[in-house]
């Protein structure tokens, strides 16, 4: 049972340029969430989504999109990279915010 | 704002002792969660406890909910060296479909 699978893991970007990353769950979950982290900043909501097709913003959406045309998918989209989107990102999915959530093993982006 | 602030940040403890961490919330919530990381992995889910309870324990962990003070606090009672880890608090606010993160404590456990 894979759970939430990420890729990719690693990824280094010239500013300016696009990436997407993937985010695959096996759970049937209906919630999924993207985050990132930052060394003193915790975790920060960046978009989510209660269902296929739909999708909400989070804390800190600028610069990123996202779709959600699976249930078991979940896409983050960087159009034009830069710097400041340095930073760990996490997948997570779970049925509701009511229960646990599982979280993928991080995507390291760097942006230089 | 961010839902959820870990206090302390960082604590240290000798294996065998209690070690304690606090959260702090802003808004009415379905529920709160604690979470632990490892150094370089995805959180892993420890314990949840909902808007009406008190108290819950799992194993060596105990959690409390106070929420006329909108405060949590999760004790790992006699600690061990495969503790150390960061530890997040997250909550399910109420009338909302997010689930927010704090900062996250750093927790130590010196063998």
């Known amino acids: 049972n894979a759970g939430v699978t990420q890729t990719p893991k690693f990824r280094v970007l010239k500013t300016g340029q696009s990436m997407t990353l993937l985010c695959a769950q096996d759970m049937n979950h209906e919630y999924m969430y993207w985050y990132r982290q930052d060394p003193g900043m915790g975790l920060r909501l960046i978009h989510y989504?209660?269902?296929?097709?739909?999708?909400a913003k989070g804390e800190v959406p600028d610069g990123y999109n996202v779709s959600r045309l699976k249930k078991q998918n979940f896409l983050l989209g960087l159009e034009s990279a830069a710097p400041s989107q340095t930073s760990v990102y996490f997948c997570?999915?779970?049925?509701?915010?009511?229960?646990?959530?599982?979280f993928g093993q991080g995507t390291r982006l760097t942006v230089v | 704002s961010q839902q959820g602030e870990e206090d302390p940040q960082a604590l240290s403890t000798q294996e065998g002792e209690n070690a304690t961490m606090n959260c702090s919330y802003k808004t009415s919530i379905n529920n709160l969660q604690w979470y632990r990381q490892n150094s370089g992995r995805g959180l892993v889910h420890l314990i949840l406890?909902?808007?009406?309870?008190r108290e819950k324990h799992s194993g060596r962990l105990r959690v409390t909910l106070d929420t006329s003070k909108k405060s949590s606090s999760l004790l790992i009672t006699a600690s061990r060296a495969a503790d150390t880890a960061s530890y997040f608090c997250?909550?399910?606010?109420?009338?909302?479909?997010?689930?927010?993160f704090g900062k996250g404590n750093q927790v130590v456990v010196i063998p």
């Open positions: 989504s209660v269902g296929e097709g739909t999708t």
């Open positions: 997570a999915s779970s049925y509701s915010n009511r229960v646990e959530a599982f």
């Open positions: 406890i909902r808007s009406n309870e």
């Open positions: 997250a909550t399910g606010p109420y009338g909302n479909n997010r689930l927010a």
